[in-house]
């Protein structure tokens, strides 16, 4: 098998932990005894050898577009070379986790937000010894690379601000705050008026932290600049679906979730500068009719848990069997930046407001109490993106996306559209089952199809 | 508990509007020993229109005053004070936003063109369609306007019974249900003289980026409570022995500004409060015009509609918080697909802050005229990448 061969190191780890020991100074300064100093050589080594594995499937699908090269590179570069690909700004960053932490207001502080939610197995397997058996393991990658303080990008943040969603993010405030400084953020689980009313509250509370942090007092300039420049990302983003939509064979969607996932360690205005090259560069593919793909592959959505690089083996195993994810509505893919922020009124405050109803109303994250418009979300997309299948995806643990499932199974049932849940967890032990069941998916489709 | 001090204290507002308003005589505001209620083209080039314009300047002075007292009142009850965040960096920056759709410009053409005809059409064109009467509120006071609004024979039912044949009366009629019906409460969004003041002020707002007032459904409900007694006053006070006109506002707009004499009472103090009401709360007014109230009630048969595509809509809220009029239903709606609904004065402010193509449109006759883009919305953003931006990536 390919994966097993494949195996040669782009960097040796002995090296990549002492590079990163230099760069960032360990965070207290013991000594390691002997044991500690292999275990950390260990879990760079697996961890730099997964990454770098998955990165390489990715590269393996033809017709990668040539701008998509940066996004991969970004990455690398966090989970290959074990680098902070932010350092260069030299501005502090603020390590988020979640879509429900605005990133304007980190932009108009003069801080770089970035997005911390892991995928890592190797991070996953440290995570699994510290937090309950049950608990979700994108939160248990988080305690393990806390645990470890080999990650640069993790190391780097100067605040981490939790937006309070789902119970396994609010446990990890306490483990965070022992080695940072972290700003929960509270989330209402409503969307009435009164709770857009609290979420403002909350997003000045959000604001003094930030200044206390950068020393910047967030003017009105500071604040539009900041919309601006996810404004601008949004755009491209927006851009990009369209092209999508006008032809589902554009792009390979394991290539589209690595450009989603990259934007969480680029400042936005470079993401957008890469999303315009790529949407040029598509452009004229759909001009000359150019495709990733000859054949007529079933078109999956891919729904649920979120799916985290380097966790992309549902999504490769879809396109490696003979599909193509052809939408996704997961909250490390589109959701997470699809709805612009619409301002009606300029004040401060309105657009404090214009954020905050982004943020809340139209996000189909299911930790909210009501959020039977994701189902309406799902059947736009099925039309939009010409959807024949859905998989939905469930990370074990993750309860609230569990507890949708049935849910959307009825109301896609209703509307003859097969899906199937697909449980994993942030290791390789359940890939062949998955590998059946996605091919079984496919070749359902494919016998609708012919039908 | 909460809720039972809010009913009392709607109650109150009520009660003193009621009271208020029966004496409305009684609080002189602008008053002439003679009227004189004719003007001329010659006149209103004059020195001597400026000089009756005072009422009007003063209603202006006292909003502006109003407004800074109010922002000043609030720097100390806001414990978050914004006063020094919209001093600018150094830099000014530009909030990035959709171009101004055609349908927005061709909305303000309307409304300033039918105020300046309400106002000066007869003076300036010379003839007079009398007795076509327009369900708008604009001060037919003024008796050289091009088109009347019917708003006084409205609020003095007794008056319009004496004084017509019962040809007039028929004519009366039929001009403003017919209207009301035909155009429903696009009078409001596109015709209204009171209308365009009140999104001139929230034009000011924006320009100067104060902070306004955050509604929500409970304090809509409140204003829909006042909306009633208004609906009441407006009919009844006449047969009370009242006088509606010295109560309301829009008599200081198209007479004054036309260049009569007219004395104004509580009218003066009410046009400051819609001012002031409606530089912190978009159109505040036409929230509780009992005019409005009544051209909505032919929201089901009027020809204009607000249509929705109920997948598309991502229950995003944006239309919502656009909607002056506080509609709520027209976000959460997940059923019909035609979503008019009473207070709905077809601004077209939803449509164009909602972000889903297609979700959104404003249709005539089945037929869609405005509809939402997410293109349109973010057009602003169209551009190349800074060639710094490319330098650095480089
Ligand atoms: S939403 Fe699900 S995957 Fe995300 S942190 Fe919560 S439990 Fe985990
Ligand atoms: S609701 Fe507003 S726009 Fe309509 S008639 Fe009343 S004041 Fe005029
Ligand atoms: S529903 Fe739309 S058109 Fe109607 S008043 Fe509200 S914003 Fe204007
Ligand atoms: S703005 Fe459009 S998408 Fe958003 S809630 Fe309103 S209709 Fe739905």
Redesign the interface.
Known sequence: MMKENNMTMETSPEKALQSVKEETGSPDQRSRSEKEVRQEIRFIKKETMTCAKYLRRMEELDGMPGALQ?FLDTLRAVYVELKNPLEKYHQKTVGTYCVMAPQELVYAAGAIPVRLCSGNYTAFSIGDDLYPRDACPLVKAVAGFQKMGLMPVYRDCSLMAVPVTCDCKKKIVEMLEQTHDVFPLSVPAG????D??RY?EEL?RFIDTLEALTGN??????L??G??MT??A??EL?RFL?LKKSMPYLMWGTHILAVMNAAAYMRA??W???M?RLNRELEKRIEKGEKVTSRNRPRIMLTGSPIIYPNMKIPLLIEEMGGIVAADETCMGERGMS??P??????????L??LA??VI??C?CPTFVNN??RV??I??MI?DYQIQGVIYHVLRGCLVYDYEYLFIEEELGKRGIPVIRMESDYNEEDVEQLRIRTEAFIELIRLKQAA | MNKRRTRIVTGMICLIIVVLAYFAERFPFYVYEEEELHTSLRQFFSVEHLVRLQPFLIVIAMAALSIRICIWIRGFLLPRDQGDRKAANGKSVKLRKGKRPLFMTVRWIFMIAFSTMVMFGGIWCGFILAGIDFPVLACPTNRDQLIESSCYFLSHLPVLFEEYSPTGIVLFFVSTIGFALLLGRTICGFLCPMGLIQDIMHVIRQKTRTEGISMTQSLYRRLTSIKWIMVLLMFGLVFAGGEFCSFCPAIVTSPVLAGMKVSIYLSGFMMVIVLVGSFFKRRFWCNICPLGYLIGLTHRISPFRVKKDTISCTECGACYEACPMGIKMIYTERERTDVTDINCIMCGECVRSCPEDNALALAFAGKKYYTASRAGLMSGFECDPDPEEEREAE
Do not use: C
């Not at chain 1, 007092?217 to 500071?222: A, F, H, I, N, P």
């Not at chain 1, 619409?342 to 657009?351: A, K, L, P, Q």
């Open positions: 940066p969307r009435e008026d009164e857009i009313d403002v000045y007092r967030v003017t009105w300039d500071l539009a600049a919309m601006n404004g601008q949004k755009y927006s369209k205005d470079a957008s500068f890469h315009n709805d612009p619409v301002v009606v009124d300029e004040s401060f405050d309105g657009i407001r214009a109803n982004q109303r139209p189909s039977k418009e309406y979300r059947l736009q039309k």
